[in-house]
């Protein structure tokens, strides 16, 4: 891994904030279209898996006719494949109180809006939310909060907790967190209850826009938030996520910013995050139609596949917010992980009105937070993924086996996940198939197995074999 620090200003020190809107600004206004040249030159750097300078990504940001756009995907698909191979680590979101005190405009949880129906799920309730997931064969999730006194590092401690001492039909390995901004003392609180990756988006990094659309409350503080990834490091969380809310600003500017904080994290801690996501603004509870600008799909793409090839270890993720053929169409360009199954209504995963989707198939957004456009089940989505050839993943190993943070950077490389994300892939999917799937699906999923094993080298390919054998016996949480 190649690995500039000096490149990036560590900031604070001369109290110059690390996101510089100018600055950004003046490398995205310069010298309009990249020549091809220019493109295949940022391109070579990014296939020996350097990350990007700020100027280098702005060049492929800036890329707009279709030839040029179309040397970036197959950029980004080509790096994908040689990084992460052709697995898709699967997980799911798991709300567990809507209760806020901001008032984010693009939000239906926000505090003025008095149509949304406010839940917070009791202890019993959680627990049923975890049942229903593990007898679907999630292994990965990610608990979601409003922010709210109520939802305290105490209370997000205990609600983690709880989530990892559910045994129903299967287990949740990794506990994720979706969360607002806490202070050093509250990240130690919630890391102590083990929690995987603290998960959190700056919204927008223009912090002119960032003030229009925070009118009020906590949120309201650009800056607060932005350095909430910094003390959750500095309290010893391993793992953090970053992310932008796609169509709030510039979205060239997002993309720019995102990774101008990947480096800054990597330039203060030696890591860099372990994902970024990129949610699309979707129709909420009281959110007039039209309100913010749209980013079409095609800007989407490239946003995705200039991400990929800038910050090349670190995972992308991409939520049901797309519509399921966009979204198959855009894991070849560089993501690696998705959320499957997913329902957004607070107790919506075990609850009887069908799980989240009202009765005639539509949701009710006053009861959750925006409108969904892939709304598959867990096994429709594993489908699909196994028709497209690539390996549903619910590997936790790294977690479990203590590689992450500094540790997983270092191992995130290619002799690594070929050593261990593709044969434990194999070995989660087999799992999988063998407890949760419909027969069909299990034919399908043992063939795709099969195939993949192939591509395995002599030596692993039998330790895996063996592995897959003692699955189909019975054998469990077999992980290398
Ligand atoms: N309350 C916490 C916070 O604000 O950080 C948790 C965040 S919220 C439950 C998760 C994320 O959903 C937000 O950070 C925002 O990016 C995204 N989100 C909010 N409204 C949305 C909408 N209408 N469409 C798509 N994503 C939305
Ligand atoms: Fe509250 Fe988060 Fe929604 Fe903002 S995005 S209104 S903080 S739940």
Excluded at 15 to 37: M, Q, W, Y
Aim: proline share 4%.
């Amino acid at each position: 891994m190649i690995f500039e620090p000096q490149k990036y200003a560590i900031p604070d020190e001369s109290g110059k904030p690390f996101i510089d809107p100018a600055e950004i600004r003046t490398l995205l206004a310069a010298n309009g279209e990249p020549s091809v040249a220019e493109t295949e030159r940022v391109l070579a750097r990014s296939a020996e898996l350097h990350r990007l300078t700020l100027a280098e990504t702005a060049v492929l940001l800036r890329a707009r006719t279709p030839e040029l756009r179309q040397m970036i995907f197959e950029a980004a698909g080509e790096l994908k494949r040689r990084v992460y191979g052709e697995r898709i680590v699967i997980f799911a979101p798991l709300y567990v109180g809507n209760r806020c005190t901001n008032n984010c405009a693009y939000c239906g949880f926000r505090a003025s809006n008095r149509e949304a129906v406010r839940v917070t799920l009791a202890p019993e309730q959680l627990r049923a939310e975890v049942e229903t997931l593990e007898s679907q064969g999630q292994r990965r999730l990610i608990l979601v909060w409003g922010e709210h006194p109520d939802y305290s590092p105490r209370a997000i401690a205990d609600a983690v907790r709880q989530v990892y001492s559910v045994r129903g039909a299967g287990r949740i390995n990794r506990v994720n967190i979706n969360a607002a901004p806490l202070d050093t003392e509250g990240f130690r609180v919630v890391r102590e209850a083990g929690i995987g990756t603290y998960q959190i988006f700056q919204e927008t990094y223009d912090p002119e826009r960032y003030a229009e659309v925070h009118p009020s409350g906590r949120k309201r503080d650009f800056d607060w938030r932005l350095t909430a990834l910094d003390r959750a490091m500095e309290a010893g969380v391993d793992d953090v996520g970053l992310g932008a809310l796609v169509g709030l600003g510039d979205w060239r500017y997002e993309a720019m910013a995102l990774v101008r904080h990947a480096n800054h994290l990597e330039a203060c801690f030696g890591v860099g995050p372990h994902t970024i996501s990129f949610p699309r603004i979707r129709s909420a509870s009281g959110l007039a139609s039209g309100a913010f600008r749209e980013v079409d799909d095609e800007d989407f793409a490239l946003l995705i596949a200039v991400l990929r090839l800038a910050v090349p270890y670190t995972g992308l993720i991409l939520t049901a917010r797309e519509p399921q053929q966009l979204r198959d169409r855009l894991i070849g360009l560089g993501v690696s992980q998705i959320d499957a199954g997913t329902r957004l209504e607070i107790g919506g995963y075990s609850s009887s009105f069908g799980a989240g989707v009202a009765v005639g198939g539509r949701q009710d957004l006053h009861r959750e937070q925006f409108e969904l456009m892939d709304t598959r089940s867990l096994s429709e989505s594993v489908s699909t993924l196994i028709d497209a050839g690539q390996i549903p993943s619910f590997c936790t190993a790294c977690y479990r086996k203590g590689r992450t943070g500094e540790h997983f950077m270092e191992f995130s490389t290619r002799g690594f996940i070929k050593r261990f994300c593709t044969p434990n892939a194999l070995l989660t999917l087999a799992e999988y198939l063998e407890d949760y799937a419909p027969a069909e699906l299990r034919s399908r999923g043992w063939r795709l197995i099969d195939s993949k094993l192939t591509s395995i080298d002599e030596g692993l390919r039998r330790e895996v074999s063996s592995a897959l054998e003692l699955i189909r016996a019975g054998e469990r949480e077999m992980l290398l």
